[in-house]
């Protein structure tokens, strides 16, 4: 933690065209898994309410959200 820092933002991108496209469906539940699964703290899981409560008094926001992009790559001519 910085004494001086009020907030930060962390963006993630995954690279998902080698999922099998039998499996994109799940894709959909993937932000809801980031955002509510649990959590372990020195080998011992962290109870669902104490997880929220310190989400509520320790990070300013928490956001999950999938987006997708089809830009074309030149170069192939495939998705990137």
């Known amino acids: 933690s910085f004494d001086t820092m009020k ?3 962390v963006g993630l991108a995954l690279r ?3 999922v099998p496209e039998e499996l994109l469906p799940y894709l959909a ?3 809801r898994l ?3 699964v649990g959590v372990v703290h020195d080998g011992a899981p962290v109870r669902y309410d104490e997880v929220r409560d310190r989400l509520r008094r320790e990070i300013l926001g928490l956001s999950v959200y999938l987006s997708t992009s089809f830009a ?3 170069a192939k001519g495939a998705p990137q």
């Open 7 to 9: 907030s930060a933002t």
């Open 16 to 18: 998902l065209d080698t």
């Open 29 to 31: 539940i993937l932000p």
């Open 34 to 36: 980031m955002s509510d």
């Open 72 to 74: 074309q790559n030149p």
